[in-house]
Nanobody, 127 residues
Framework: QVQLVESGGGLVQAGGSLRLSCAAS????????LGWFRQAPGKEREFVAA????????YYADSVKGRFTISRDNAKNTVYLQMNSLKPEDTAVYYC????????????????????WGQGTQVTVSS
């Protein structure tokens, strides 16, 4: 079993930054991929970014490339999402998720392949 706990959400003005954290526990993550997804009001949940726990390869949605950075701390079993140059359209509930690896780049961005989810953390960007 895997437990994921997100933190770091909040209210920020457009152009500001936030760093989300996802603390993972329950099983070793050496063979897992960790991803961030988000769901805005009235919209479907969408892929944001993902990272391979073993290789460190990263994957991003086009809408966040160059602004968001995903990283991991193996010792702390924690994945981070550094979000810079935030826009009002980034407002959403952000979810951390884990999936067994290895995986193709397509699989890393597909939420149907993730079996474990956190409870989500709200990010609100004001204009």
């Amino acid at each position: 079993q895997v437990q994921l706990v997100e933190s770091g959400g909040g209210l920020v003005q457009a152009g500001g930054s936030l760093r989300l954290s996802c603390a993972a526990s329950g099983r070793t993550f050496t063979r897992y991929g960790l991803g961030w997804f988000r769901q805005a009001p009235g919209k479907e949940r969408e892929f944001v970014a993902a990272i391979s726990w073993i290789s460190g390869n990263t994957y991003y949605a086009d809408s966040v490339k160059g602004r968001f950075t995903i990283s991991r701390d193996n010792a702390k079993n924690t994945v981070y999402l550094q979000m810079n140059s935030l826009k009002p359209e980034d407002t959403a509930v952000y979810y951390c998720a884990a999936r067994p690896g290895p995986a193709t780049a397509q699989d890393m961005g597909a939420q149907r392949t993730y079996g474990y989810w956190g409870q989500g953390t709200q990010v609100t960007v004001s204009s």
